[in-house]
């Protein structure tokens, strides 16, 4: 991908130019280098004069300076590869009773796959993160992505329940590319004072998989004895077509492999081998791998900012998976609804993602103007504003849910309530994740990883015991359970947002950041 600013820049390079007409910094500091190498002699000339950077702030090849409308296709593609996984991690669950009944064990062991997906996408960063930091984020996204697609083949032509198993499984491990690596990608193309209402958008299409997901299981379960191999089906028909059009259509955004392909051009433009980009000077051994992507993640589990924001947003994640099995417990089983009809109300956790998006967006556009007050430089406490209110609202809307469960109360009841617990799942869920993000620049990747494998793990467990929990304690006791636990949660944003700086300063990863 080449744009006229660098094509210019190349022509002047390989004709020689050196006057007033020359196109460009290369050009100028091609002409510098050559003429201090007449002045040497015989002198090396400094290797680094020959580095490919950006040509400042406003070279159009730099991601950061595309086009608005570029960068958004850009995050509503990739937002499409995320809405796959998301999407098939849940269009799983309305089919359990099927696929227990085909096979002869109980929903719990059908429920396995679900948690087996998730586990998948826990451990997906882990092995893809090295390929998008070497190739880029479309091959890192993309290839697996494709390669998820044919897994859910796998999924939807097994005989026996363990190929099921085994399918979902790497299905999800091949899915988790996209669901963590995606992520980057809005780092690459959005300036921090605009990422995080970019962030929002993007995860309005995100979070729009398990919700929508559960509705279309149902409708595809009772179609017939073989709907849920459809599910399957029409996962993998999705995940071919975004993988195919992502492939024609998106550019590659991440920085080090676009100044290394345009490192490449240079060389075979100038036939000066020098030219070369700091990405050139890699060599990512297994040695890197393990520490980077596998080992570091748990590392920084183990200090108390990851730990306890890892911890707050795997737990409200896990509510959104949560919402998936009681959801059809309150409304089939308490309220005797049809299957398809009983799915319907988890369209209002989407409600809910609006809402909490909303609040996301003026949280967001509060955050730029104190970005640009304090030069550039964040302030990743102020990240947690949005989430004082959801940190309240995800209490509020388990105990609403549970105790108007009974059918003696409206139905719009226990609805509303799902609706007020997912406004405070995203504005929690997000409101941690830009906090891990903003304080550890150097280290994102490995903090992203981090919630990633928590979140999953959190997400993976909350089906296997939920749909138990209701049926042994009730909708309105599991819900409360869960609530307490919400709310002996509820000090950690205020808590960080207190003493945030000086835990940050103990921290041996954001304290390389803050130096």
């Keep these: 991908m080449s744009t006229d600013a660098e094509n210019r820049g190349l022509s002047s390079l390989h004709s020689g130019e050196t006057g007033p007409d020359a196109s460009g910094p290369i050009a100028r500091e091609s002409a510098s280098i050559h003429s201090s190498a007449k002045e040497k002699g015989n002198e090396e000339p400094d290797p680094d004069r020959y580095l490919v950077v950006f040509e400042g702030d406003d070279d159009p090849y730099c991601p950061l300076n595309w086009s608005f409308k570029r960068k958004g296709f850009t995050t509503m593609m990739y937002a499409c590869c995320t809405f796959g996984p998301q999407f098939a991690s849940s269009v799983y669950g309305p089919t359990v009773e099927d696929i227990a009944a085909l096979y002869h064990v109980s929903d719990e062991v059908a429920t396995l796959g679900v948690s087996l997906f998730l586990i998948g996408v826990g451990f997906g960063p882990m092995l893809f993160a090295p390929i998008s930091e070497m190739y880029g984020r479309k091959l890192g996204v993309i290839l697996p992505f494709f390669i998820s697609g044919l897994f859910a083949i796998g999924v939807a032509t097994a005989d026996n329940l363990q190929t099921v198993l085994i399918m979902r499984f790497f299905q999800g491990l091949f899915g988790g590319a996209p669901v963590s690596n995606s992520g980057g990608v809005l780092g690459d193309i959005w300036r921090p004072e605009a990422r ?143 299957e398809v009809p009983s799915s319907l109300p988890s369209l209002a956790m989407f409600v809910g993602v609006l809402i909490g998006g909303c609040m996301n967006i003026y949280a967001g556009r509060r955050f730029g103007r104190l970005l640009q007050a304090n030069n550039g430089k964040p302030i990743p406490e102020e990240r947690l504003i949005a989430t004082f209110v959801g940190c309240f609202l995800l209490p509020i809307g388990l105990f609403i849910f549970g105790w108007t469960s009974d059918p003696k109360y409206p139905w719009i009841a226990p609805v509303i309530g799902t609706a007020i617990m997912t406004t405070g799942f995203f504005t929690i869920f997000q409101g941690c994740l830009n906090y891990l993000v903003d304080t550890f620049l150097r280290f994102a990747a490995s903090a992203i990883a981090a919630a990633t494998f928590t979140r999953s793990c959190m997400a993976a467990a909350f089906p296997l015991f939920g749909n138990i929990m209701f049926n042994k304690l009730g909708v309105a006791w599991g819900a409360s359970l869960i609530g307490f636990l919400a709310i002996a949660m509820i000090p950690i944003p205020f808590v960080f947002y207190r003493f945030g700086p000086e835990i940050r300063k103990r921290n041996p990863y954001s304290s390389q950041v803050m130096s």
């Excluded at 929002?200 to 729009?208: L, S």
């Excluded at 849920?228 to 195919?244: G, K, P, Q, S």
């Excluded at 992507?293 to 896990?318: D, E, K, N, Q, S």
Aim: hydrophobic letters at 50%; proline letters at 4%; charged letters at 15%.
């Design 196 to 338: 995080g209402v970019a962030l929002v958008c993007y995860a309005f299409v995100v979070a729009g998989g398990p919700t929508f997901a559960t509705v279309i299981g149902a409708a595809l379960a009772i179609s017939g004895k073989d709907g849920w191999r459809w599910t399957n089906y029409l996962c993998a028909i999705y995940t071919f077509t975004i993988a195919v059009i992502s492939a024609i259509s998106i550019p590659e955004t991440y920085h080090p492999v676009l100044l290394s392909k345009k490192a490449k051009r240079l060389r075979l433009t100038t036939q000066n081998w020098a030219w070369h980009s700091r990405h050139d000077e890699l060599d990512l051994s297994i040695h890197d791998i393990a520490t980077k992507h596998l080992i570091r993640p748990f590392a920084m589990l183990m200090t108390p900012i990851v730990a306890a924001m890892c911890t707050y947003a795997a737990f409200a994640y896990g509510i959104l998976y949560l919402g998936v099995v009681a959801i059809p417990v309150e409304f089939r089983v308490v309220r005797q609804w049809q």
